[in-house]
């Protein structure tokens, strides 16, 4: 009681909310910019928090944390660029609804899926911790490298109707996630004797590169009128109330993406592109018409955004128990966290109790804050990317360059984005998608360090094929990886034995 009283009484602290209003809004406008990541607003704005009070701090850099997650999808459904790496599978059917017409039902889908799978998360942060942090322990090499297996088996669906083009463009992925030092030894692989290439791709110029590039060379090459502007966004009357109907008649879809996202949330270095990705997959497959996603359908935008969501508040749990974080921009909280003095880990509940149960009710809070913002605010964000083709494709070029290059201060990542831009262009006008390429390139690094460490360990017990398959959560993804590839198989037996009934 006496700890609930601490918290009620930190939290009613009139600067405590206008810095978490702050943070959301400041992450919902950062999150909307393509090239700006939430990892990248958390570390600018973490040298602010110094002066602040710890539980103000926290506070702070989680509501941006959650703003820049979703406002992502803002940039994902209006012009078809995730703001950030996580709304990557939202613009498979956000897009396509704004082009329908309907950018507002989408908008507030995403609005109200996120900010339900967000607080579904922080419960989850709240009351699960300990059970989520021993699940998280008991993963090894094998069972990562597995997870990413069951990742790449994905391609099916993501494949846009051609599935060899989509186990190319993974083989793509894959390879060029091979560029730079071997996670395990160290030696320098397919860098051309550039010393530039030695740390590898960067992650997120990537994902720009084959994401934005080819849409904005779309956006000039259809551009008919020179007045033409970008579809206006004006929401339809009633639109709120339809769309939370929409939502609530679907609660099995948004749960099942909320509890995907916790988990993958936990598990370190998956991360919410990860989650986004393996619930719409979910979604398509577990559903019963599976022929209107990628065209606008808008489980396709709630299952993305409220699995991105809630792994904001699973990458959290793996920090507070034990240290680890579980996504990027849990990495830069932990700075934060040693910036105030304080260690986090297994005793981090008993030293530090009043701050980090603040912080988790917060986080909650934030959410249900990011909600009313996103549903009310989406619009004027809206309209700041909603500006003629001929303004809108320099300031999105323009701000991807500066994105690509602060990331890492590096010359080099402009030079990539504008290459495998290009290519990414050629690619998409060969009928190749670029999430297949997006997600060997994600998945590959997990692979192969699970993999290489694997090896090691096998040295050990002298039997690699018996430590891939004796342990009981790797005999659980091995059969997930088969039912992934042969689902696609077995759908097209269902709806040939449907014909002929």
Same mark, same amino acid.
């Given at each position: 009681?006496?700890i609930?009283?601490e918290?009620? +009484?930190?939290?009613?602290?009139?600067?405590?909310? $206008?810095?978490?209003?702050?943070?959301?809004? +400041?992450?919902?406008?950062?999150g909307?910019?393509?090239?700006?990541t939430?990892t990248?607003?958390?570390a600018?704005?973490l040298?602010?928090?110094f002066?602040?009070p710890?539980?103000? +701090?926290?506070?702070?850099?989680g509501g941006?944390?959650?703003?820049?997650i979703?406002?992502?999808?803002?940039a994902? $459904?209006?012009?078809n660029?995730p703001?950030t790496?996580?709304s990557?599978?939202?613009?498979?059917?956000?897009?396509p609804?704004?082009?329908q017409?309907?950018?507002d039902? %989408?908008?507030?889908t995403?609005?109200?899926?996120?900010?339900?799978?967000?607080? $579904?998360?922080?419960? %989850?942060l709240?009351f699960?911790t300990?059970?989520?942090?021993a699940? %998280?322990?008991?993963?090894?090499?094998p069972e990562?490298f597995?997870?990413?297996?069951?990742?790449l088996?994905m391609? +099916?669906?993501?494949?846009?109707?051609?599935?060899?083009?989509g186990?190319?463009?993974?083989?793509?992925?894959?390879?060029?996630?091979?560029?730079?030092?071997a996670? $395990?030894?160290?030696? =320098?692989?397919?860098t051309?004797?550039?010393?530039?290439?030695q740390?590898?791709f960067?992650?997120?110029v990537?994902?720009?590169?084959?994401?934005?590039i080819?849409?904005v *060379?779309?956006?000039i090459?259809?551009?008919?009128d020179?007045?033409?502007q970008?579809?206006?966004?004006?929401?339809e009357?009633?639109?709120?109330?339809?769309?939370?109907?929409?939502?609530?008649?679907?609660?099995f879809?948004? #749960?099942?993406?909320?509890?995907?996202?916790?988990?993958?949330g936990?598990?370190?270095?998956?991360?919410?592109?990860?989650a986004s990705?393996?619930?719409?997959?979910?979604? /398509?497959?577990?559903?019963?018409?599976?022929?209107t996603?990628?065209?606008g359908?808008?489980?396709?935008?709630?299952?993305?955004?409220?699995?991105?969501?809630a792994?904001?508040?699973?990458?959290?749990?793996?920090?507070?128990?034990?240290?680890i974080?579980?996504a990027?921009p849990?990495?830069?909280?932990?700075?934060?966290l040693?910036?105030q003095?304080?260690?986090?880990?297994?005793?981090?509940f008993?030293?530090?109790?009043?701050?980090i149960?603040?912080?988790?009710? %917060?986080?909650?809070l934030s959410?249900?804050?990011? #909600?009313?913002?996103?549903?009310?605010?989406?619009?004027?964000?809206?309209k700041?990317?909603?500006i003629p083709?001929?303004?809108?494709?320099?300031a999105? /070029?323009?701000?991807?360059?500066?994105g690509?290059y602060?990331?890492?201060?590096?010359?080099?990542?402009?030079?990539?984005l504008?290459?495998?831009?290009?290519?990414?262009y050629?690619?998409?006008e060969?009928?190749?998608?670029?999430?297949?390429?997006?997600?060997?390139? *994600?998945?590959?690094?997990i692979?192969?360090e699970g993999?290489?460490?694997?090896?090691?360990? =096998?040295?050990?017990?002298?039997?690699?094929f018996?430590?891939?398959v004796?342990?009981?959560?790797?005999?659980?993804?091995?059969?997930?990886?088969?039912?992934?590839?042969?689902?696609?198989y077995i759908g097209?037996?269902l709806?040939?034995?449907?014909?002929?009934?």
């Open positions: 009681m006496e609930i009283q918290v009620l +009484a930190s939290l009613s602290q009139p600067f405590t909310i $206008i810095y978490m209003i702050f943070g959301v809004a +400041a992450g919902m406008v950062v909307a910019l393509p090239g700006l939430a990248m607003a958390i600018v704005m040298p602010f928090t002066s602040m710890a539980d103000t +701090a926290l506070i702070t850099l941006i944390y959650i703003g820049a979703f406002g992502g999808c803002i994902a $459904i209006l012009i660029t703001g790496p996580s990557i599978a939202t613009t498979f059917d956000g897009y609804m704004t082009q017409g309907k950018p039902r %989408a908008l507030i995403a609005a109200v899926s996120s900010g339900i799978g967000g607080v $579904i998360g922080g419960l %989850a709240l699960l300990p059970l989520l942090a699940l %998280a322990l008991k993963f090894g090499p990562f597995w997870i990413a297996i069951l990742g088996t391609v +099916a669906t993501l494949s846009s109707g051609s599935l060899l083009k186990l190319i463009g993974g083989t793509i992925g894959l390879l060029l996630s091979m560029v730079g030092l996670p $395990i030894g160290g030696s =320098s692989r397919f051309f004797g550039f010393s530039q290439l740390a590898g960067e992650l997120i990537m994902l720009i590169a084959f994401f934005c080819p849409q *060379i779309k956006m090459k259809n551009q008919k020179p007045t033409e970008v579809q206006s966004f004006q929401q009357k009633g639109v709120i109330g339809y769309v939370f109907r929409q939502v609530i008649m679907r609660p879809l948004i #749960l099942r993406s909320a509890v995907m996202g916790i988990i993958v936990i598990i370190p270095g998956a991360g919410g592109n990860v990705l393996l619930s719409y997959d979910a979604t /398509v497959r577990l559903s019963k018409d599976q022929s996603f990628g065209k359908d808008v489980r396709g935008v709630a299952a993305s955004e409220g699995a991105n969501n792994e904001v508040g699973g990458s959290l749990v793996p920090l507070l128990a034990l240290g974080p579980g990027p849990a990495a830069v909280i932990i700075g934060a040693l910036m003095g304080i260690q986090p880990g297994p005793n981090l008993e030293e530090n109790g009043v701050l149960y603040t912080f988790i009710t %917060a986080f909650i959410n249900i804050v990011m #909600l009313v913002l996103a549903i009310f605010g989406s619009k004027y964000i809206g700041v990317i909603n083709t001929y303004y809108l494709a320099p999105i /070029v323009f701000l991807t360059i500066i690509s602060a990331i890492r201060n590096n010359f080099t990542d402009v030079v990539t504008i290459v495998f831009g290009l290519i990414g050629v690619l998409s060969r009928g190749f998608a670029p999430a297949p390429i997006v997600l060997g390139l *994600i998945l590959g690094p692979a192969e993999l290489s460490q694997s090896i090691l360990i =096998s040295d050990g017990i002298g039997d690699l018996v430590l891939f004796s342990r009981p959560i790797t005999i659980i993804l091995i059969l997930f990886c088969i039912l992934s590839l042969l689902s696609p097209k037996l709806k040939k034995t449907k014909t002929q009934e």
